[in-house]
């Protein structure tokens, strides 16, 4: 056979001769190469790709490009994969070659997904079935919805990967030996799902001997991990670390990086169910590092909130916190990467409608960074929507900008609203059961709005317009789009004028790309509040950790200057160890929650607590004299007396807390001695018998 049995000299000489044949044959025998050995397919590849160009064999050129692409994905290099199928498919279609077309359609798709960029990776999937569908080339409509059903599962779209799945049972054609493992390895994972696992284990055993007969490492690997889930539902443990071990050995090859981190993302989850949290973070770690390198969004973003989750259930707050903020970055970075393929496929085509496409695209992008960086930044709401109403004025009439957030427990919609004329925000609530709201309708019926007369056009929405609440007076044209995440409502974002006609579906859709990215960066600024409050706070009172009080103590020392006071206090719940002692922790920890709870009510601008540690509380008081600082302390002091804490139906216990105080002079060098010289005076109002206030003299 030429390719595998003649030299390469010879093999290259019937490229001359009978081209089409011979490039056929390669195609068949790189692709079955590639899949145990793809080093040497490589090779083999990049030769004969610069034969094909010295001797302008353009079908040849294209082919081996294709072939190259496909290697491409099986290192995890979509950037270069998609550089080589674009240009590979313009040859192709120089060719009038259909098949060809084909082949890049079923690679871009995929390679655009992987990279999460699911507009691109669908607007390819589209051409490769269409041109399929006039063609009637049952091979590749096949091989084009097979790889779209996998996407949805990546996707956790399982109902969709169903559909899909079905609507390939009415197409009956001769498929290769590929083809067939895939397949049985996608049947395996939907009745997975379905929690069929007699049909999961013979779908997937019929993948694995097929893999096997036909020495199709990757795919067999591939193979083995989705075995090792299906094990795993039947409690079959031994085995699941049998196969899994087994996986790891076979994925030490740099070609299947890919797979390995697949493969430890599942593993890593399959350990936080069974509570080895030690093991489980050390797969996903590693895993993260591989998600990291490769910039691929679905598995980064899964490991990532698997890190976040994990940390969490430990109380790591902290490095939960760090993990989210690694993951707004990449997703930072991801745009700049989106950007720069886009530079690249403008500069491959030369063309001046897509220079001018690009530019709007780079408008979007930045504009989608920015706003990303808004959300994730430490504003208050009022600031962050006049930020947002600022960057989208760079791309269309902004007179009014809503923005909501749905409660799915209270079935209520929170908006603020910003009228950039006057520069004011408003801001309110509204009831989901509400037929008169456009907001409603929006989020209910998932669907975008536009409407350039509002007075004409509101009753194709809703009945009446007496309780619009989000449509100011005098407003004409409204866009709205759904803020969607994961196929969930999150709320919904408004851009309104008081002109007519404002708006063109150039804008919606504009609109609505930027809402996609605006959930996810609402729902990451969500997440990151909520962290960074777990990282800060003490869990049972609410109140600063030691830490972090600390760090606001250090700050306020540094400013301390002659026109500044700073007073410290300490206290101390009174007999908190009988407490515990003689009622149990449970009563102690209700007494430390109204402590708590009392302390936070005096937070202020000038004083700022925390729980320094057990029953300890620290207290720093800017601006505070002596005096004034021991007025308080006394004042807090019976207010501590007044508290009380239920023990029972019919008991309570009243507490009392003795405190130390100290006024910094900078002569104590560092924070600390102050908190020292605090602590020592609350020495002597435990020994002078409780319930006091001394000062440090």
């Known amino acids: 056979m030429i390719w595998k049995d003649l030299s390469l000299e010879s093999s290259l000489q019937s490229l001359l001769i009978d081209e089409e044949n ?67 498919s313009s040859l192709f279609e120089e060719l009038k070659d259909t098949e060809g077309v084909l082949k890049t359609c079923n690679g871009l798709m995929y390679m655009y997904f992987c990279l999460g960029m699911y507009d691109s990776s669908m607007d390819w999937a589209t051409k490769g079935l269409n041109l399929a569908e006039e063609t009637n080339n049952k091979k590749y409509l096949q091989i084009l919805l097979t790889n779209i059903a996998q996407n949805y599962l990546m996707l956790k779209q399982y109902d969709e990967a169903k559909q ?52 199709y490492e990757r795919l067999l690997i591939e193979c083995y991990v989705t075995h090792g889930k299906i094990k795993y539902a039947l409690g079959q443990m031994n085995q699941v670390n049998a196969l899994y071990e087994e996986i790891f050995k076979l994925t030490q090859k740099e070609e299947y990086i890919e797979v390995q981190m697949n493969a430890l993302i599942d593993f890593g989850k399959m350990e936080v169910e069974l509570g080895r949290n030690l093991e489980a973070e050390t797969s996903l770690l590693q ?37 989210l903020e690694l993951k707004i970055e990449f997703e930072k970075q991801l745009e700049t990467r989106k950007s720069e393929l886009w530079a690249a496929k403008l500069k491959h085509e030369k063309s001046v409608s897509e220079a001018k496409l690009y530019k709007e695209l780079c408008e979007e992008i930045f504009l989608i960074s920015n706003i990303g960086r808004v959300l ?66 929006c989020i209910k019926n998932e669907c975008t709005i536009l409407m350039h007369d509002v007075l004409n056009e509101y009753t194709n929405y809703i009945p009446k317009k007496d309780r619009f609440k989000i449509i100011r007076e005098g407003v004409q044209s409204v866009m709205m789009c759904p803020l969607l995440l994961n196929n969930k409502v999150k709320g919904f974002i408004t851009v309104q004028s008081y002109q007519k006609s404002a708006y063109t579906n150039n804008d919606l859709n504009k609109l609505n790309l930027l809402a996609s990215y605006v959930a996810v960066a609402f729902e990451n600024a969500k997440l990151y509040r909520q962290t960074h409050y777990l990282a800060t706070h003490d869990s049972l009172t609410g109140l600063l950790t030691r830490i972090e009080v600390f760090k606001k103590g250090q700050e306020l020392y540094k400013q301390l200057d002659a026109s500044n006071t700073l007073c410290v206090l300490m206290l101390d719940v009174d007999y908190f160890k009988k407490i515990n002692d003689q009622y149990g922790h449970q009563v102690g920890d209700q007494v430390l929650v109204e402590m708590g709870n009392l302390l936070k009510n005096k937070v202020s601008q000038n004083i700022t607590i925390g729980r320094y540690g057990g029953e300890e509380f620290l207290i720093f008081l800017n601006g505070y004299s002596e005096p004034e600082c021991v007025l308080f302390a006394n004042q807090l002091r019976e207010d501590i007396a007044q508290l009380k804490v239920m023990i029972n139906d019919e008991k309570t216990l009243n507490i009392t807390a003795s405190f130390g105080g100290y006024q910094f002079n900078k002569k104590e ?12 005076a609350l020495y002597q109002s435990k020994h002078n018998g409780r319930n006091l206030v001394t000062f440090y003299a």
């Open 22 to 88: 011979s490039i056929n044959k390669l195609y068949a025998y790189a692709g079955e190469l590639a899949c145990h050995d793809p080093k040497k397919a490589q090779k083999l590849l990049e030769r004969v790709l610069g034969y094909a160009k010295d001797h302008h064999l353009l079908r040849s050129e294209a082919t081996i490009l294709t072939i190259l692409g496909y290697l491409c994905i099986d290192n995890g290099n979509y950037i270069k994969g998609i550089e080589y199928h674009a240009r590979a």
């Open 164 to 215: 899909v799945i079905s609507s390939l049972k009415g197409i009956e054609c001769e498929q290769s030996s590929v083809y067939d493992v895939v397949f049985q390895q996608i049947m395996a994972e939907i009745y997975l799902i379905e929690n069929n696992l007699k049909m999961a284990g013979y779908a997937i055993n019929q993948a694995i001997r097929l893999a096997r007969h036909h020495n």
């Open 287 to 323: 895993a993260y590092q591989i998600a990291e390198k490769l910039m691929m969004p679905i598995p980064f973003v899964q490991v990532s909130d698997c890190l976040i989750d994990l940390y969490k259930k430990q109380n790591k707050f902290e490095t939960a916190l760090h993990f």
């Open 376 to 441: 994730t930044s430490n504003l208050t709401y009022n600031e962050l929507l006049k930020k947002m109403a600022d960057e989208l004025s760079n791309l269309m009439e902004v007179t009014i900008l809503g923005l909501s957030e749905y409660e799915e427990e209270s079935g209520q919609l929170n908006y603020l609203l910003f009228n950039s004329s006057g520069d004011s925000v408003d801001h309110g609530v509204i009831s989901c059961d509400s037929q008169t709201s456009l907001g409603v309708y």
């Open 669 to 680: 060098i560092t924070l600390d001695k102050g908190i020292y010289y605090a602590d020592s």
